[in-house]
């Protein structure tokens, strides 16, 4: 998750915050996969595939001159996709601080597989092992925390378990990747 600072516009123009997003290539049908937010909707503006080494995207834009808050949360679990967040560029506007504010909520961690990273959210129960059916925001976990105001944070890899990976070798264990 990617919390850009609050942008405000000039007003004269359009304002147009575009990132310069990295990855690797993971084919299509494992491409990483991300959301934009504007001002803490609850619906994406916006879904990114990335499928080059290096691209810009148009996060959002805007034809006034309010402050706007940009996230950019990644929906697709780290081990079979990458992202990183190489620059941001602002048109016609600039960045400012975000405001601080405490946060009071109970922290939770939840550590699983693949049902943790959202796999299969959108596939159908019998349809092959490929990302774009995975969205980590519609996983359980993710909505167990938003329904209960939850400070969360999600470790997940699928197929690995406690005691043995999902084919039964015992090298591939939870503990392996998080002691």
């Known amino acids: 998750t990617c919390a850009l600072p609050i ?8 304002t147009v915050i575009s990132a310069n997003i990295g990855t690797h290539p993971n084919g299509e049908e494992n491409e990483t996969r ?7 909707s609850d619906v994406p503006a916006a879904l990114l595939i990335l499928h080059e080494e290096s ?4 996060l959002a834009s ?14 697709t679990e780290a081990a079979m996709s990458h992202a990183k967040l ?6 016609n506007g600039k960045i400012v601080p975000l405001p601080s504010s405490e946060d009071n909520r ?3 961690e939840f550590i699983g597989d693949s049902i943790t990273c959202g796999y299969g959210v959108y596939g159908d129960p019998d349809s092959e092992y490929h990302i774009k059916y995975e969205d980590g925001m519609a996983s359980y976990a993710a909505l167990t925390a938003k329904s209960l105001r939850l400070n969360a944070r999600y470790f997940s ?5 406690v005691y043995v990976r999902y084919d039964g070798d015992p090298e591939g264990i939870i503990t392996k990747v998080y002691p």
């Not at 691209?55 to 148009?58: C, L, T, V």
């Open 62 to 75: 805007f034809q006034d001159s309010e402050l706007h808050k940009i996230s950019l949360i990644k929906i």
């Open 7 to 14: 942008l405000m516009g000039t007003g004269d123009n359009s």
């Open 55 to 58: 691209a810009d995207y148009i």
């Open 34 to 40: 991300l959301k934009v937010f504007i001002d803490d």
């Open 157 to 161: 890899v699928s197929g690995f378990g």
């Open 86 to 91: 190489n620059g941001v560029n602002v048109t």
């Open 106 to 108: 109970i922290k939770v």
